[in-house]
């Protein structure tokens, strides 16, 4: 039994926590990877951006600086002032692996370095589009005959008055220049670029590891180039850093909300397991007061027999007044006694309609005499109309004599006990009025349970039975108490029609 209760309790906390924080951890887990994926994209990008516009502002440049070169040559025919001219301006400019001046057929004529031989790279497509256009043409990468590495070239045309193409300009970068330039700007970062046919360039930055995200591509303005750059694999170390928090939170509140549950549900057990302790405990009574009950009537009848004799012994007016509320008091009991046989199911009598005034005159003379005994003034204000209610007079006798007696008892001597008979709308209210102890906040609930009580020697069932005589009738009970202020029992019963 305790091994199935220990594996329900065990069930339960992996079905209602440990599953949802899987899916949750799992949820959460992805949105880090993917907002740490997007950071790494963000970043590569936004470092290829900066190549993209370091590579286009330097070809753009340099084509600028070509076609103004090409403008001061355009009168010029001196080889030697051109190469001078040319020396002096790749001396100035370090970008430059070397400018060349040629014809149209490309046959270099002049240059910034000393060519002993002429080379003829008139088949190159650049230069064919460069007579065609009549523009600059950027081509490359290929290898530099005359630098002995990897080039780019900027063409352009050196026109004359008549328009016509007779010498071209040509200016080689090196691609190890800006390979350079890529790895100073940022040498973490590995970046591809790579031509029209997919091949690469030059590669900067350093050989990370295999990362399995999809390249970001920068396509360049000036040349048709594209860079590529891989963003760093999505590390588990930095997935699980700033999934920590989230996952502490989940899971500390999905224990938070299991416990809260699990406390809400051992308290609606225990109220439930406590009233059918108290159902028990009245089913108990019952028959206790169900087999007692002929014990308990006995002696009444015999009492009830004496009354008659003395009865016709004694003719004067007010021992009459006595005897009769003595055999009331005694039907009285027997009604009790009855009452508690069935408690919590009120017997079926006869209902009649009586005015609820002159039930409450027929208690004053025996709540009178108990407030004299505490030493309390009493007090009975009676509507002015009648109040009529349909009910069994005897239960509502046994109502309002039990809540006077509890005001009696919780009041000190020299205080105030009242009892008002009023209406409001369709109920007919009475208010049992005192300036006792008072009833504190926090127990003002409990009072109408079962075997709950305040006394000594008290059964905590008094205020149940008068709860459940009065629920009887469709009326109800509510309680108005402030600690050393008194207390205010107010019944309101339906008026008959």
Request: hydrophobic content about 40%; proline content about 3%; charged content about 25%.
């Amino acid at each position: 039994m305790i091994h199935s209760k220990v594996f329900k309790k065990a069930l339960h906390y992996v079905c209602f926590v440990i599953v949802p924080f899987i899916i949750i951890s799992a949820s959460i887990i992805k949105i880090n990877e993917d907002s740490i994926e997007k950071k790494h994209r963000e970043e590569v990008h936004f470092m290829a951006t900066i190549h993209k516009q370091q590579i286009d502002q330097l070809i753009s440049q340099t084509k600028a600086r070509l076609e103004t070169m090409a403008t001061a040559l355009t009168e010029e025919k001196s080889l030697d002032t051109i190469q001078k001219y040319l020396i002096e301006t790749k001396r100035k400019e370090p970008r430059f692996s070397g400018i060349y001046y040629t014809d149209r057929n490309g046959l270099f004529k002049s240059g910034s370095q000393l060519i002993q031989y002429p080379i003829d790279i008139g088949s190159k497509s650049s230069l064919k589009n460069v007579l065609s256009t009549k523009s600059t043409v950027v081509s490359g990468p290929f290898y530099g005959p005359i630098s002995g590495h990897d080039v780019l070239t900027i063409c352009t045309p050196i026109t004359n008055e008549q328009d016509s193409n007779q010498h071209m300009l040509l200016a080689a970068i090196r691609i190890d220049y800006l390979q350079n330039i890529m790895n100073v700007l940022n040498p973490s970062v590995k970046m591809t670029v790579k031509n029209e046919d997919q091949s690469v360039v030059l590669t900067s930055g350093e050989k990370n590891e295999s990362s399995p995200l999809e390249p970001v591509e920068i396509h360049l303005d000036e040349i048709n180039w594209v860079i590529e750059a891989k963003p760093e694999r999505v590390r588990s170390a930095e997935v699980l850093k700033n999934s920590a928090l989230p996952l502490f939170t989940a899971f500390a509140g999905l224990s938070i909300v299991y416990t809260l549950i699990q406390y809400l549900r051992l308290k609606r057990f225990a109220r439930l397991e406590r009233l059918q302790n108290d159902a028990q405990k009245l089913e108990l009574v019952g028959t206790l007061a169900a087999s007692t009950a002929h014990e308990i009537r006995n002696p009444l009848t015999g009492i009830s027999g004496f009354i008659q004799i003395l009865k016709e012994k004694y003719k004067n007016e007010q021992d009459q007044f006595y005897f009769s509320i003595i055999e009331t008091e005694i039907q009285r009991i027997n009604q009790i006694v009855s009452e508690f046989m069935v408690l919590g199911k009120p017997t079926a009598e006869i209902q009649k309609d009586y005015d609820l005034n002159r039930i409450i005159e027929e208690l004053v003379p025996i709540i009178t005499s108990e407030a004299k005994l505490h030493q309390i003034e009493f007090q009975f204000v009676r509507n002015e109309q009648e109040i009529v209610v349909t009910c069994n007079k005897d239960h509502i006798k046994q109502v309002v004599l039990n809540l006077a007696k509890n005001a009696l008892e919780a009041t000190h001597s020299g205080g105030n006990l009242k009892i008002v008979t009023c209406l409001e709308s369709t109920a007919a209210v009475i208010k049992i009025i005192d300036n006792g102890k008072g009833i504190p906040e926090a127990i003002q609930d409990k009072i109408f349970d079962p075997f709950f009580t305040m006394k000594e020697t008290g059964t905590g069932l008094g205020l149940v039975v008068c709860k459940r005589i009065l629920a009887h009738y469709n009326g109800s009970i509510q309680i108005e108490s402030m600690v050393d202020k008194g207390t205010t029992m107010i019944i309101e019963l339906p008026c008959s029609h």
